[in-house]
């Protein structure tokens, strides 16, 4: 079992830093020392040394296998903050809670009209990160709150059956 973890070990990480051809010939080896099926071996390489939840008899059981020395997390900074966030959520429940994809065109001419009608009171640059915001990002910075709107409609009385 310590021969087969040590080589799947070994073959998680040649499979991470591999291309196509090269991750279904790992795949085959893996197959044939394990004699796992193809499936849960390929599941096996990605999620070597990672953290995984699996529902197992209805409980929820969190595995870890042996941990990878060279995977870290990639840090970028935060470049929406706590204001811009706040500001557009304002933004978005005053426009009727659009997606962003309908939202994101409007904002650089939206954003100085709700200042004009001291709607929104902003600083310069959570003004020009806000005007400057993809379509991805204001879905992505709502998608909790979204999620949170469509609890709140979908609560109440159920009809009678």
């Not at 790992?26 to 390489?45: C, E, K």
């Not at 070597?48 to 008899?57: D, E, I, K, M, Q």
Request: glycine letters at 4%.
């Amino acid at each position: 079992m310590q021969e087969k973890q040590a080589v799947t070990k070994e073959l998680a990480r040649r499979y991470a830093r591999a291309n196509r051809q090269m991750k279904n010939a790992i795949i085959d080896q893996v197959i044939g020392i394990a004699g796992n099926n193809r499936s849960y071996a390929t599941w096996l390489l990605r999620t070597y040394g990672r953290r995984v939840t699996l529902p197992a008899g209805g409980k929820v059981v969190i595995v870890q296998a042996a941990t990878r020395d060279e995977t870290r997390r990639r840090s970028r900074p935060r470049v929406y903050d706590e204001r811009v966030f706040s500001a557009l959520k304002r933004v978005w429940r005053i426009m009727d809670c659009i997606c962003g994809k309908r939202l994101a065109p409007f904002l650089p001419e939206l954003v100085p009209i709700l200042e004009r009608h001291e709607v929104l009171v902003l600083d310069a640059d959570t003004r020009s990160r806000l005007s400057t915001i993809s379509a991805a990002s204001i879905d992505r910075l709502l998608a909790e709150e979204k999620a949170r709107q469509r609890n709140l409609e979908r609560a109440g009385d159920k009809p009678n059956s």
